[in-house]
Protein backbone atom coordinates (compact mmCIF):
# COMPACT_ATOMS: atom_id res chain seq x y z
CA UNK A 1 0.00 0.00 0.00
CA UNK A 2 1.61 3.13 -1.35
CA UNK A 3 1.92 6.67 1.23
CA UNK A 4 0.90 9.19 -1.47
CA UNK A 5 -2.58 8.33 -2.14
CA UNK A 6 -2.58 8.19 -6.30
CA UNK A 7 -5.89 11.48 -6.39
CA UNK A 8 -6.28 13.12 -3.46
CA UNK A 9 -9.45 15.69 -3.62
CA UNK A 10 -9.58 18.27 -0.81
CA UNK A 11 -12.46 20.79 0.39
CA UNK A 12 -14.03 20.74 -3.38
CA UNK A 13 -16.65 23.33 -3.57
CA UNK A 14 -19.18 23.79 -6.59
CA UNK A 15 -22.00 25.88 -7.53
CA UNK A 16 -23.70 26.23 -10.84
CA UNK A 17 -26.58 28.53 -11.47
CA UNK A 18 -26.53 29.80 -7.89
CA UNK A 19 -26.82 26.31 -6.03
CA UNK A 20 -24.64 24.64 -4.34
CA UNK A 21 -23.51 21.46 -6.16
CA UNK A 22 -20.71 20.48 -4.16
CA UNK A 23 -19.77 21.15 -0.71
CA UNK A 24 -16.62 20.59 0.58
CA UNK A 25 -16.01 17.19 -0.60
CA UNK A 26 -12.54 15.55 0.29
CA UNK A 27 -11.65 12.06 0.12
CA UNK A 28 -8.17 10.16 -1.08
CA UNK A 29 -7.94 7.31 -3.52
CA UNK A 30 -5.46 4.66 -2.86
CA UNK A 31 -3.42 2.84 -6.03
CA UNK A 32 -5.83 0.06 -7.25
CA UNK A 33 -8.61 0.92 -5.45
CA UNK A 34 -12.46 0.96 -6.65
CA UNK A 35 -14.34 4.02 -4.69
CA UNK A 36 -17.90 3.99 -5.63
CA UNK A 37 -19.58 7.15 -5.30
CA UNK A 38 -23.69 5.78 -4.21
CA UNK A 39 -26.67 8.15 -3.49
CA UNK A 40 -29.88 10.17 -4.95
CA UNK A 41 -29.99 11.27 -7.96
CA UNK A 42 -29.22 14.85 -7.74
CA UNK A 43 -26.71 14.50 -5.16
CA UNK A 44 -23.66 15.57 -7.02
CA UNK A 45 -21.94 12.62 -8.33
CA UNK A 46 -21.71 13.52 -11.90
CA UNK A 47 -20.53 16.69 -10.80
CA UNK A 48 -18.17 15.75 -8.67
CA UNK A 49 -16.59 12.80 -11.07
CA UNK A 50 -16.53 15.94 -13.76
CA UNK A 51 -15.01 18.16 -11.51
CA UNK A 52 -12.25 15.72 -11.05
CA UNK A 53 -11.00 15.80 -14.31
CA UNK A 54 -12.29 19.76 -14.46
CA UNK A 55 -14.88 19.38 -17.02
CA UNK A 56 -16.61 21.54 -14.39
CA UNK A 57 -14.04 23.96 -12.90
CA UNK A 58 -14.69 23.87 -9.18
CA UNK A 59 -14.84 26.91 -7.50
CA UNK A 60 -12.91 26.08 -4.27
CA UNK A 61 -10.52 22.78 -3.51
CA UNK A 62 -8.03 21.14 -4.52
CA UNK A 63 -7.46 17.68 -6.70
CA UNK A 64 -3.79 16.66 -6.76
CA UNK A 65 -2.43 13.56 -8.80
CA UNK A 66 -0.10 11.80 -7.22
CA UNK A 67 0.68 14.80 -4.74
CA UNK A 68 0.71 16.97 -7.90
CA UNK A 69 -1.64 19.74 -7.23
CA UNK A 70 -3.79 20.51 -10.80
CA UNK A 71 -4.02 23.92 -11.68
CA UNK A 72 -6.64 24.44 -14.77
CA UNK A 73 -5.76 27.56 -15.76
CA UNK A 74 -2.24 26.04 -16.98
CA UNK A 75 -3.95 24.54 -20.04
CA UNK A 76 -0.76 22.42 -20.97
CA UNK A 77 -1.06 20.96 -17.76
CA UNK A 78 -4.30 20.31 -17.61
CA UNK A 79 -4.28 18.38 -21.27
CA UNK A 80 -1.49 16.31 -19.85
CA UNK A 81 -3.59 15.18 -16.61
CA UNK A 82 -6.76 14.38 -18.31
CA UNK A 83 -5.19 12.33 -20.70
CA UNK A 84 -3.99 10.35 -17.47
CA UNK A 85 -7.32 9.96 -16.06
CA UNK A 86 -9.98 8.12 -18.45
CA UNK A 87 -13.95 9.09 -18.15
CA UNK A 88 -16.54 6.71 -18.66
CA UNK A 89 -20.27 8.12 -19.36
CA UNK A 90 -23.48 6.99 -19.42
CA UNK A 91 -24.29 8.07 -22.74
CA UNK A 92 -20.62 6.62 -24.07
CA UNK A 93 -20.34 9.90 -26.14
CA UNK A 94 -18.84 8.08 -29.17
CA UNK A 95 -17.70 9.74 -31.45
CA UNK A 96 -20.46 9.40 -34.03
CA UNK A 97 -18.47 9.72 -37.49
CA UNK A 98 -15.99 7.39 -36.50
CA UNK A 99 -16.05 3.52 -36.63
CA UNK A 100 -15.01 1.58 -33.46
CA UNK A 101 -11.34 1.25 -34.30
CA UNK A 102 -11.22 4.92 -35.00
CA UNK A 103 -12.98 5.79 -31.89
CA UNK A 104 -10.45 4.28 -29.89
CA UNK A 105 -7.24 5.28 -32.04
CA UNK A 106 -8.17 9.51 -33.13
CA UNK A 107 -7.09 10.55 -29.33
CA UNK A 108 -3.84 8.38 -30.03
CA UNK A 109 -3.00 10.07 -32.78
CA UNK A 110 -4.63 13.45 -31.85
CA UNK A 111 -3.35 14.13 -28.55
CA UNK A 112 -0.55 11.81 -28.34
CA UNK A 113 0.87 12.21 -32.15
CA UNK A 114 1.44 8.49 -32.74
CA UNK A 115 1.42 7.66 -36.29
CA UNK A 116 -1.63 6.12 -37.26
CA UNK A 117 -0.11 2.49 -37.90
CA UNK A 118 0.88 2.52 -34.06
CA UNK A 119 -2.42 4.47 -32.98
CA UNK A 120 -4.20 1.41 -35.05
CA UNK A 121 -2.21 -1.53 -33.63
CA UNK A 122 -2.64 -0.07 -30.19
CA UNK A 123 -6.16 0.43 -30.92
CA UNK A 124 -7.17 -3.27 -32.14
CA UNK A 125 -5.05 -4.36 -28.64
CA UNK A 126 -7.78 -2.14 -26.54
CA UNK A 127 -10.71 -3.55 -28.37
CA UNK A 128 -9.36 -7.16 -28.23
CA UNK A 129 -9.22 -6.19 -24.31
CA UNK A 130 -12.50 -5.64 -24.14
CA UNK A 131 -13.75 -8.35 -26.30
CA UNK A 132 -14.72 -6.53 -29.40
CA UNK A 133 -11.91 -7.45 -32.02
CA UNK A 134 -14.75 -8.68 -34.91
CA UNK A 135 -16.23 -4.91 -34.02
CA UNK A 136 -13.55 -2.45 -35.37
CA UNK A 137 -15.56 -1.85 -38.54
CA UNK A 138 -18.39 -1.13 -36.82
CA UNK A 139 -20.06 2.55 -36.54
CA UNK A 140 -21.53 3.76 -33.18
CA UNK A 141 -25.03 3.53 -34.77
CA UNK A 142 -24.49 -0.57 -35.48
CA UNK A 143 -23.31 -1.16 -31.90
CA UNK A 144 -25.23 -2.16 -29.29
CA UNK A 145 -25.37 -0.19 -26.07
CA UNK A 146 -23.00 -2.53 -24.12
CA UNK A 147 -21.14 -3.02 -27.07
CA UNK A 148 -20.68 1.10 -27.52
CA UNK A 149 -19.92 1.23 -23.29
CA UNK A 150 -17.25 -1.34 -24.07
CA UNK A 151 -15.38 0.68 -27.42
CA UNK A 152 -15.86 3.65 -24.82
CA UNK A 153 -13.78 2.12 -22.19
CA UNK A 154 -11.18 0.74 -24.93
CA UNK A 155 -10.95 4.39 -25.86
CA UNK A 156 -10.20 5.28 -22.37
CA UNK A 157 -7.74 2.56 -21.51
CA UNK A 158 -5.81 3.09 -24.62
CA UNK A 159 -4.79 6.65 -23.48
CA UNK A 160 -2.75 4.06 -20.30
CA UNK A 161 -4.63 6.32 -17.60
CA UNK A 162 -3.54 6.07 -13.97
CA UNK A 163 -7.20 6.59 -13.31
CA UNK A 164 -10.82 6.09 -14.70
CA UNK A 165 -14.06 7.56 -13.51
CA UNK A 166 -16.97 6.44 -14.46
CA UNK A 167 -19.96 7.75 -14.30
CA UNK A 168 -23.22 5.29 -13.82
CA UNK A 169 -21.71 3.01 -16.88
CA UNK A 170 -24.70 0.97 -16.57
CA UNK A 171 -27.17 3.07 -16.34
CA UNK A 172 -28.49 3.44 -19.64
CA UNK A 173 -28.58 0.06 -20.64
CA UNK A 174 -31.30 -2.71 -21.17
CA UNK A 175 -30.54 -5.32 -18.30
CA UNK A 176 -29.14 -8.03 -20.39
CA UNK A 177 -26.58 -5.58 -21.72
CA UNK A 178 -25.25 -4.51 -17.78
CA UNK A 179 -23.57 -7.56 -17.17
CA UNK A 180 -20.93 -7.56 -20.17
CA UNK A 181 -19.73 -3.96 -19.29
CA UNK A 182 -19.44 -4.88 -15.54
CA UNK A 183 -17.29 -8.00 -16.47
CA UNK A 184 -14.60 -5.72 -18.14
CA UNK A 185 -14.85 -3.42 -15.43
CA UNK A 186 -14.23 -6.56 -13.14
CA UNK A 187 -11.16 -6.92 -15.24
CA UNK A 188 -9.86 -3.94 -14.72
CA UNK A 189 -10.22 -4.02 -10.82
CA UNK A 190 -8.08 -7.54 -11.32
CA UNK A 191 -5.36 -5.29 -13.32
CA UNK A 192 -5.05 -3.07 -10.66
CA UNK A 193 -6.68 -0.03 -12.56
CA UNK A 194 -8.09 2.86 -9.68
CA UNK A 195 -11.10 3.62 -10.31
CA UNK A 196 -14.19 5.98 -9.27
CA UNK A 197 -17.30 4.97 -10.19
CA UNK A 198 -20.89 6.35 -9.88
CA UNK A 199 -22.76 3.23 -9.86
CA UNK A 200 -26.14 1.46 -8.23
CA UNK A 201 -25.16 -2.27 -9.16
CA UNK A 202 -25.64 -3.55 -5.46
CA UNK A 203 -24.23 -6.69 -6.07
CA UNK A 204 -21.21 -5.28 -7.74
CA UNK A 205 -20.74 -2.92 -5.37
CA UNK A 206 -20.53 -5.34 -2.50
CA UNK A 207 -18.07 -7.44 -4.05
CA UNK A 208 -15.81 -4.90 -6.01
CA UNK A 209 -16.12 -1.58 -3.66
CA UNK A 210 -13.07 -1.02 -1.68
CA UNK A 211 -14.76 2.11 -0.20
CA UNK A 212 -18.46 3.39 -0.25
CA UNK A 213 -18.73 7.34 -0.70
CA UNK A 214 -22.71 7.94 0.46
CA UNK A 215 -23.74 11.18 -1.21
CA UNK A 216 -26.10 13.61 -1.06
CA UNK A 217 -27.35 17.20 -1.27
CA UNK A 218 -23.40 17.73 -2.52
CA UNK A 219 -21.85 16.11 0.65
CA UNK A 220 -20.39 13.14 0.97
CA UNK A 221 -22.35 12.16 3.99
CA UNK A 222 -21.29 8.26 4.69
CA UNK A 223 -17.97 6.54 3.95
CA UNK A 224 -16.83 3.32 4.59
CA UNK A 225 -16.03 -0.06 3.54
CA UNK A 226 -19.49 -2.41 2.12
CA UNK A 227 -19.23 -4.76 5.19
CA UNK A 228 -19.22 -1.33 7.12
CA UNK A 229 -22.03 0.46 5.15
CA UNK A 230 -24.55 -2.44 3.73
CA UNK A 231 -24.48 -4.90 6.85
CA UNK A 232 -28.13 -5.51 8.20
CA UNK A 233 -27.75 -3.88 10.93
CA UNK A 234 -25.33 -0.92 10.27
CA UNK A 235 -28.24 1.14 10.38
CA UNK A 236 -26.23 3.44 7.71
CA UNK A 237 -28.46 6.17 5.73
CA UNK A 238 -26.53 4.58 2.66
CA UNK A 239 -28.32 1.23 3.70
CA UNK A 240 -31.57 2.67 3.73
CA UNK A 241 -31.13 4.20 0.53
CA UNK A 242 -29.98 1.19 -1.35
CA UNK A 243 -33.09 -1.27 0.82
CA UNK A 244 -35.48 1.45 -0.84
CA UNK A 245 -33.47 1.26 -4.39
CA UNK A 246 -33.74 -2.51 -4.64
CA UNK A 247 -37.88 -1.96 -3.40
CA UNK A 248 -38.26 0.10 -6.34
CA UNK A 249 -36.74 -1.81 -8.63
CA UNK A 250 -37.92 -5.41 -7.72
CA UNK A 251 -41.46 -3.34 -8.28
CA UNK A 252 -40.76 -1.49 -11.35
CA UNK B 1 -38.64 29.18 -86.22
CA UNK B 2 -35.98 28.08 -88.16
CA UNK B 3 -34.36 31.75 -88.09
CA UNK B 4 -34.39 30.94 -84.08
CA UNK B 5 -32.86 28.19 -84.46
CA UNK B 6 -30.10 29.04 -86.41
CA UNK B 7 -29.35 32.02 -83.84
CA UNK B 8 -29.01 29.61 -81.41
CA UNK B 9 -26.72 27.44 -82.55
CA UNK B 10 -24.60 30.08 -83.83
CA UNK B 11 -24.45 31.42 -80.61
CA UNK B 12 -23.49 28.01 -78.45
CA UNK B 13 -19.98 28.92 -78.24
CA UNK B 14 -20.60 32.41 -76.88
CA UNK B 15 -23.19 31.27 -74.66
CA UNK B 16 -20.58 28.68 -73.41
CA UNK B 17 -18.02 30.89 -72.68
CA UNK B 18 -20.76 32.81 -70.70
CA UNK B 19 -21.89 29.73 -68.99
CA UNK B 20 -18.12 29.52 -68.14
CA UNK B 21 -17.97 32.86 -66.01
CA UNK B 22 -21.28 31.71 -64.43
CA UNK B 23 -19.74 28.82 -63.20
CA UNK B 24 -16.80 30.37 -61.79
CA UNK B 25 -18.82 33.28 -59.96
CA UNK B 26 -20.49 30.57 -58.61
CA UNK B 27 -17.63 28.43 -57.47
CA UNK B 28 -16.04 31.22 -56.31
CA UNK B 29 -18.35 32.44 -54.38
CA UNK B 30 -19.43 29.05 -52.54
CA UNK B 31 -15.86 28.94 -51.72
CA UNK B 32 -15.03 32.47 -50.27
CA UNK B 33 -18.69 31.83 -48.61
CA UNK B 34 -16.73 28.55 -47.25
CA UNK B 35 -13.78 30.15 -46.35
CA UNK B 36 -16.06 33.11 -44.33
CA UNK B 37 -19.13 30.96 -43.35
CA UNK B 38 -16.99 27.91 -41.08
CA UNK B 39 -15.07 30.23 -39.12
CA UNK B 40 -17.76 32.19 -38.55
CA UNK B 41 -20.45 29.81 -37.30
CA UNK B 42 -17.32 28.45 -35.56
CA UNK B 43 -17.10 31.91 -33.77
CA UNK B 44 -20.53 32.11 -33.21
CA UNK B 45 -20.52 29.31 -31.26
CA UNK B 46 -17.29 28.77 -29.49
CA UNK B 47 -16.30 32.33 -29.61
CA UNK B 48 -15.74 35.19 -27.16
CA UNK B 49 -18.82 37.45 -26.61
CA UNK B 50 -17.13 40.22 -28.88
CA UNK B 51 -16.18 38.24 -31.59
CA UNK B 52 -19.82 36.39 -31.69
CA UNK B 53 -21.37 39.69 -31.48
CA UNK B 54 -19.13 40.78 -34.98
CA UNK B 55 -20.16 37.78 -36.83
CA UNK B 56 -23.93 38.36 -35.31
CA UNK B 57 -23.67 41.87 -37.18
CA UNK B 58 -22.29 40.51 -40.19
CA UNK B 59 -24.75 38.43 -40.76
CA UNK B 60 -27.72 40.36 -40.12
CA UNK B 61 -26.26 43.55 -42.39
CA UNK B 62 -25.21 40.38 -45.30
CA UNK B 63 -28.72 38.99 -44.27
CA UNK B 64 -30.80 42.11 -44.60
CA UNK B 65 -29.52 43.84 -48.13
CA UNK B 66 -30.63 42.84 -51.35
CA UNK B 67 -27.87 41.14 -53.52
CA UNK B 68 -28.61 43.55 -56.35
CA UNK B 69 -28.05 46.29 -53.22
CA UNK B 70 -24.63 44.41 -52.24
CA UNK B 71 -23.26 44.86 -55.92
CA UNK B 72 -24.18 48.77 -56.34
CA UNK B 73 -22.83 49.29 -53.04
CA UNK B 74 -19.85 47.38 -53.29
CA UNK B 75 -18.74 47.58 -57.02
CA UNK B 76 -19.78 51.16 -57.90
CA UNK B 77 -19.36 52.35 -54.01
CA UNK B 78 -16.96 50.59 -51.41
CA UNK B 79 -14.49 49.28 -54.91
CA UNK B 80 -14.08 52.27 -56.49
CA UNK B 81 -13.83 54.37 -53.13
CA UNK B 82 -11.27 52.57 -52.08
CA UNK B 83 -9.55 52.98 -55.60
CA UNK B 84 -9.81 48.78 -56.24
CA UNK B 85 -9.98 47.99 -59.66
CA UNK B 86 -11.48 44.91 -60.18
CA UNK B 87 -13.63 43.88 -63.10
CA UNK B 88 -17.24 43.17 -62.88
CA UNK B 89 -17.08 39.74 -62.56
CA UNK B 90 -14.35 39.50 -59.87
CA UNK B 91 -16.25 41.94 -58.08
CA UNK B 92 -19.77 39.61 -58.49
CA UNK B 93 -17.86 36.83 -57.01
CA UNK B 94 -16.59 38.56 -54.00
CA UNK B 95 -20.33 40.13 -53.36
CA UNK B 96 -21.55 36.93 -53.90
CA UNK B 97 -19.15 35.23 -51.61
CA UNK B 98 -19.36 37.48 -49.23
CA UNK B 99 -23.51 37.50 -49.12
CA UNK B 100 -22.92 33.63 -49.13
CA UNK B 101 -21.19 33.15 -46.20
CA UNK B 102 -23.45 34.97 -44.46
CA UNK B 103 -26.05 32.23 -45.37
CA UNK B 104 -23.26 29.42 -44.77
CA UNK B 105 -22.29 30.20 -41.52
CA UNK B 106 -26.17 30.11 -40.59
CA UNK B 107 -26.34 26.59 -41.97
CA UNK B 108 -22.79 25.77 -40.16
CA UNK B 109 -24.16 26.98 -36.84
CA UNK B 110 -27.19 24.91 -37.04
CA UNK B 111 -25.45 21.49 -37.64
CA UNK B 112 -22.81 22.67 -34.82
CA UNK B 113 -25.37 23.00 -32.65
CA UNK B 114 -27.88 19.89 -33.43
CA UNK B 115 -24.55 17.76 -32.16
CA UNK B 116 -24.44 16.48 -28.79
CA UNK B 117 -22.39 18.18 -26.46
CA UNK B 118 -21.11 15.06 -24.97
CA UNK B 119 -18.89 13.99 -27.52
CA UNK B 120 -17.02 17.56 -27.05
CA UNK B 121 -16.81 16.55 -23.24
CA UNK B 122 -15.73 13.64 -24.03
CA UNK B 123 -12.75 14.74 -26.41
CA UNK B 124 -11.96 17.21 -23.78
CA UNK B 125 -12.01 14.47 -21.57
CA UNK B 126 -9.25 11.85 -23.50
CA UNK B 127 -7.62 15.34 -23.50
CA UNK B 128 -7.74 17.47 -26.72
CA UNK B 129 -7.58 20.94 -26.51
CA UNK B 130 -11.06 22.69 -28.15
CA UNK B 131 -9.58 23.61 -30.91
CA UNK B 132 -8.54 20.03 -31.96
CA UNK B 133 -11.94 18.66 -30.78
CA UNK B 134 -13.30 21.40 -33.14
CA UNK B 135 -11.42 20.22 -36.13
CA UNK B 136 -11.58 16.54 -35.12
CA UNK B 137 -14.81 15.84 -34.20
CA UNK B 138 -17.57 18.91 -34.59
CA UNK B 139 -16.70 20.01 -38.01
CA UNK B 140 -16.60 16.61 -39.80
CA UNK B 141 -19.54 15.92 -38.17
CA UNK B 142 -20.78 19.31 -38.94
CA UNK B 143 -19.81 19.00 -42.53
CA UNK B 144 -21.81 15.93 -42.80
CA UNK B 145 -25.39 17.75 -41.61
CA UNK B 146 -24.63 20.78 -43.46
CA UNK B 147 -24.45 19.20 -46.66
CA UNK B 148 -28.03 19.45 -48.05
CA UNK B 149 -28.36 23.20 -46.86
CA UNK B 150 -24.97 23.77 -48.91
CA UNK B 151 -26.55 21.96 -51.75
CA UNK B 152 -29.64 24.23 -50.88
CA UNK B 153 -27.36 27.21 -51.22
CA UNK B 154 -25.49 26.93 -54.27
CA UNK B 155 -28.51 26.37 -56.04
CA UNK B 156 -29.83 30.20 -54.67
CA UNK B 157 -26.20 31.37 -55.27
CA UNK B 158 -26.41 30.33 -59.02
CA UNK B 159 -29.40 32.40 -59.81
CA UNK B 160 -28.66 34.94 -58.12
CA UNK B 161 -25.42 34.71 -60.06
CA UNK B 162 -27.56 36.14 -63.00
CA UNK B 163 -27.47 40.09 -61.22
CA UNK B 164 -23.97 40.17 -61.71
CA UNK B 165 -25.66 41.27 -65.51
CA UNK B 166 -25.90 44.61 -64.15
CA UNK B 167 -22.64 45.34 -63.35
CA UNK B 168 -21.53 44.48 -66.95
CA UNK B 169 -20.16 40.55 -66.26
CA UNK B 170 -20.88 38.87 -69.52
CA UNK B 171 -21.74 35.92 -68.14
CA UNK B 172 -25.13 33.82 -69.04
CA UNK B 173 -27.65 36.61 -68.40
CA UNK B 174 -25.26 38.92 -70.61
CA UNK B 175 -24.56 37.12 -73.27
CA UNK B 176 -28.32 35.86 -73.97
CA UNK B 177 -29.40 39.11 -73.37
CA UNK B 178 -26.54 40.18 -75.75
CA UNK B 179 -27.75 37.89 -78.63
CA UNK B 180 -31.15 38.50 -78.38
CA UNK B 181 -31.06 42.73 -78.46
CA UNK B 182 -29.60 42.22 -81.99
CA UNK B 183 -31.30 39.50 -83.42
CA UNK B 184 -34.54 39.88 -81.56
CA UNK B 185 -34.73 36.48 -80.54
CA UNK B 186 -35.74 36.94 -77.03
CA UNK B 187 -38.08 34.45 -76.44
CA UNK B 188 -35.48 31.60 -77.80
CA UNK B 189 -32.62 32.99 -75.86
CA UNK B 190 -34.15 33.53 -72.58
CA UNK B 191 -35.48 29.84 -73.23
CA UNK B 192 -31.77 29.44 -73.51
CA UNK B 193 -31.15 30.83 -70.52
CA UNK B 194 -33.13 28.50 -68.52
CA UNK B 195 -31.97 25.87 -70.33
CA UNK B 196 -28.13 26.45 -69.01
CA UNK B 197 -29.47 27.60 -65.31
CA UNK B 198 -31.51 24.26 -65.35
CA UNK B 199 -28.78 22.14 -66.18
CA UNK B 200 -26.33 23.58 -63.63
CA UNK B 201 -28.57 23.55 -60.85
CA UNK B 202 -29.12 19.99 -61.73
CA UNK B 203 -25.87 19.00 -62.25
CA UNK B 204 -24.82 20.66 -59.00
CA UNK B 205 -27.32 19.49 -56.84
CA UNK B 206 -26.50 16.17 -57.95
CA UNK B 207 -23.24 16.20 -57.91
CA UNK B 208 -23.56 17.20 -54.15
CA UNK B 209 -25.63 14.48 -53.81
CA UNK B 210 -23.37 11.74 -54.65
CA UNK B 211 -20.79 13.79 -52.62
CA UNK B 212 -23.15 13.24 -49.66
CA UNK B 213 -24.20 9.55 -50.33
CA UNK B 214 -19.80 9.25 -50.48
CA UNK B 215 -19.39 10.40 -47.31
CA UNK B 216 -21.99 9.22 -45.41
CA UNK B 217 -21.51 7.12 -42.37
CA UNK B 218 -23.88 4.65 -41.07
CA UNK B 219 -26.60 5.75 -39.01
CA UNK B 220 -25.67 9.20 -39.00
CA UNK B 221 -27.39 11.90 -39.33
CA UNK B 222 -31.05 9.79 -39.59
CA UNK B 223 -30.87 9.20 -35.90
CA UNK B 224 -32.11 12.69 -34.76
CA UNK B 225 -34.47 11.93 -32.05
CA UNK B 226 -32.83 8.84 -30.07
CA UNK B 227 -34.68 7.55 -26.92
N1 LIG C 1 -25.14 23.03 -15.51
C1 LIG C 1 -25.89 23.03 -14.39
N2 LIG C 1 -26.48 24.16 -13.96
C2 LIG C 1 -27.25 24.15 -12.83
N3 LIG C 1 -27.45 23.06 -12.08
C3 LIG C 1 -26.90 21.92 -12.47
C4 LIG C 1 -26.09 21.83 -13.63
N4 LIG C 1 -25.67 20.55 -13.77
C5 LIG C 1 -26.20 19.87 -12.72
N5 LIG C 1 -26.93 20.68 -11.94
C6 LIG C 1 -27.63 20.32 -10.70
O1 LIG C 1 -26.68 19.79 -9.83
C7 LIG C 1 -27.27 18.81 -8.99
C8 LIG C 1 -26.39 17.59 -8.98
O2 LIG C 1 -26.47 16.97 -10.24
P1 LIG C 1 -25.59 15.72 -10.64
O3 LIG C 1 -24.17 16.01 -10.35
O4 LIG C 1 -25.94 15.34 -12.03
O5 LIG C 1 -26.11 14.63 -9.61
P2 LIG C 1 -26.12 13.05 -9.74
O6 LIG C 1 -25.11 12.65 -10.77
O7 LIG C 1 -25.77 12.59 -8.36
O8 LIG C 1 -27.51 12.66 -10.11
C9 LIG C 1 -28.65 18.58 -9.52
O9 LIG C 1 -29.56 19.24 -8.67
C10 LIG C 1 -28.64 19.22 -10.89
O10 LIG C 1 -29.90 19.74 -11.18
MG1 LIG D 1 -25.43 11.58 -12.54
Given at each position: MSQTPILAVEALSKTLGGKTILENVSFAVRRGEMKVLIG?????KSTLLQCLNFLHVPDAGTVRLDGQAIDPRARKALYAYRQQVGMIFQDYNLFDHLNALDNVALALRKVKGMPRAVAEERARAELARVGLSDKEKLYPAELSGGQKQRVSIARALAMDPKVMLLD???????PELIGEVLTVIRGLARDGMTMIMATHQMGFVRSMADEILFMQEGRVIEQGTPEMLLDADSGSRTLDFCTHLAEFEAGA | MQQAFEVLIGAIPYLLGGTGLTVAAVVGGMLIGLALGLPMAVAEVYGPAPLRWLVRLYVWFFRGVPILVLLFLFYFGLFQALGWNVDALTAATIVLGMASGAYQSQIFRGSIESLSKGQFRAASALGFTDRQAIVSIVLPQAARLSLPGWSNEYSILLKDSALAFVLGATEIMARTQFVATRTYQHLALSLAACGIYFVLTWAGVRALRMLERRVAVPGFGQQEARA
Open positions: PSGGGEPTAALD | -
